[in-house]
């Protein structure tokens, strides 16, 4: 009995968490898409801001992590492949495997990393600081004004990422092609682009604005629920990190999952 | 009752507390409390820590939703008020947080522009002459560029006041403005809202536990204790006062905290239970 209560909380304390990361996001979407016709336009510049924070800066770190899992992918794929003589399939495991499942993945959690974590610290400093309640007594929406921007912006940059990432882990994989598969450069290129399906890509793309909503919405729930006190936001900033990449795993599975049934028909 | 209440709130008090009640989760901090404040006079809310005195002000302004009672201000209860009134009554209102609650990543400038950006349509060039005009109020021409973390704590505390009137308030509320500061720089704080006040006539509520600075600008005072008035009155009133728990207070006499440590332990482990159920 005792352990079925404690299931039945923290299933209800799941769902009461993926209510609020709900709610959050909805007023983030009338703020996006409903208030900008009532006369409270979109905090354009601090969105672009926080694009090139979240986008043009991860690049570098990015780039690196996903032409290395392109080159491992290559690798583990080669390994399996090599003994039936047909290693000439690597460029297509790799292509595929990349824009299907892992340029998306890897990219959140990248992302997750650099700008989960900070949209939480950043909240929740600002929260122990008293500088979340001066905006709500300077009649300014706290929501509107640092939450929106960093939605829109996540929304755009994070498919932006994952494209490159893709793309950086075809790189990757085309190091192992050429110099152990007999590829050349042009040919490995052109192997994976014609094992690719428009919809191998689009699926990864439309999986990667989720995890983009996703990130924001936890990232930016944490920092607003940081209680008083520094180490609150040592808490708020793990929580988030935690939580995102628990949150966008799932949303991975339901979407792969949704995207499977779908293909069946 | 409700009607007669109204009346007399357009002829003398600003802000009417009636029966207030807050409560953080089950605890109940304020045990309905009530006083006025009248147009243009200097409230002090006088009080030691966990009083209630912090929560009162952060209810006053709407951070903080009481559990029954009113808060008549300029005629509305915001107590039952919808947001967007709400919002309305915030834009008559500026509040100067303990830390000053700059915004760290805009400069000084911007932080004060910001709710004239926010909520009027003036021309930038405007906004820019006003914003010259609240920085000097304070004090502090020619800081409009610095980032808040290059002031000290007595000018981050100046160039909140700046903020807080950026949009010409009628009232201003101030959580422990001398908080943290030595004694010759909260003097100037002090002297400050002294000239807001001679200035603009502004209605003013201060919350602290400091003494000197209280009976310096204090036109009357609130004494609260453990979530009840204990006192209301004028400077004078206080200080004439024969109360023991008035006198306490006033004259700084030590209560020895150990003789509440069940009390205490009772607070923590509510607080715990509150927090984990």
Not at chain 1, 49 to 59: E, H, K, T, Y
Not at chain 1, 175 to 201: E, K, N, P
Not at chain 2, 5 to 28: F, H, K, P, Q
Not at chain 2, 96 to 118: C, I, K, Y
Request: charged share 20%.
């Amino acid at each position: 009995m005792e352990f079925l209560s404690q299931v039945g909380g923290s299933v209800t304390n799941g769902l009461v968490y993926v209510g609020s990361l709900a709610s959050l996001g909805g007023r983030a979407a009338y703020y996006t898409f409903v208030a900008p016709f009532q006369g409270k336009p979109i905090r354009f510049q601090r969105a672009v801001s926080q694009a090139l924070d979240v986008g043009v800066r991860a690049l570098p770190i990015l780039s690196l992590i996903t032409f290395f899992i392109g080159l491992i992918l290559a690798l583990q794929a080669a390994y399996e492949l090599r003994r039936f003589g047909a290693i000439s399939y690597v460029a297509t495991a790799v292509a595929i495997s990349m824009s299907r499942e892992l340029g998306p993945l890897i990219t959140a959690i990248v992302v997750i990393g650099r700008s989960g974590s900070a949209f939480a610290a950043e909240i929740g400093t600002m929260k122990v600081t008293e500088e979340i309640d001066a905006l709500e007594t300077m009649a300014i929406s706290p929501v509107h004004f640092l939450v929106t921007p960093k939605f829109i912006a996540m929304a755009v940059m994070l498919p932006c990422l994952t494209i490159w990432a893709n793309t950086m882990g075809i790189l990757g994989g085309s190091l192992f092609g050429v110099a152990q598969a007999d590829f050349t450069f042009t040919r490995y290129i052109s192997a994976s682009l014609d094992s690719l399906f428009l919809r191998d890509i689009v699926t990864g793309l439309i999986k990667s604005v989720m995890f983009g909503i996703t990130i924001t919405a936890v990232g930016c729930l944490e920092g607003l629920s940081t209680g008083a006190g520094a180490e609150q936001v040592g808490r708020s900033t793990t929580r988030a990190v935690v939580m995102s990449i628990f949150m966008v795993v799932l949303v991975d599975l339901v979407f792969t999952a949704l995207f499977f049934f779908m293909s069946e028909h | 009752m409700e009607a007669a209440l109204t009346d007399s709130l357009e002829t003398t008090a600003t802000i009417s507390v009636r029966d207030l009640r807050v409560n953080y989760g089950e605890r109940e901090i304020l045990h309905g409390i009530g006083f006025d404040v009248n147009r243009g006079e200097t409230l002090v809310i006088l009080g030691g820590s966990g009083s209630g005195k912090s929560t009162l002000l952060r209810t006053l302004v709407g951070l903080e939703k009481p559990t029954s009672g009113q808060i008549w201000i300029k005629g509305q209860n915001i107590a039952a008020i919808s947001p967007s009134a709400m919002d309305e009554i915030r834009k008559k209102i500026g509040m100067s947080f303990q830390g000053g609650a700059l915004f760290g990543s805009m400069t000084v400038g911007e932080n004060v522009a910001l709710p004239l950006r926010e909520h009027t349509r003036l021309e930038e060039s405007t906004i820019e002459i006003m914003l010259r005009l609240k920085l000097e109020q304070v004090g502090l021409q020619g800081f409009e560029y610095y980032m808040p973390s290059q002031l000290s704590g007595g000018m981050k505390k100046r160039a909140a006041v700046a903020r807080a009137l950026a949009m010409d308030p009628e009232i201003l509320f101030f959580d422990e403005p001398s908080a943290g500061l030595d004694p010759i720089i909260a003097a100037g704080i002090d002297q400050l809202i002294l000239e807001l006040k001679q200035a603009f006539r502004m209605t003013i509520i201060v919350v602290t536990h400091e003494l000197a600075s209280a009976y310096l600008i204090a036109d009357r005072m609130v004494l609260i204790d453990k979530g009840n008035i204990v006192a209301i009155g004028t400077t004078e009133e206080m200080r004439a006062s024969t109360q023991p728990r008035v006198r306490q207070f006033l004259d700084r006499v030590a209560e020895p905290e150990v003789a509440r440590e069940l009390d205490y332990l009772q607070m923590l482990t509510e607080d715990r239970r509150r927090r984990s159920g």
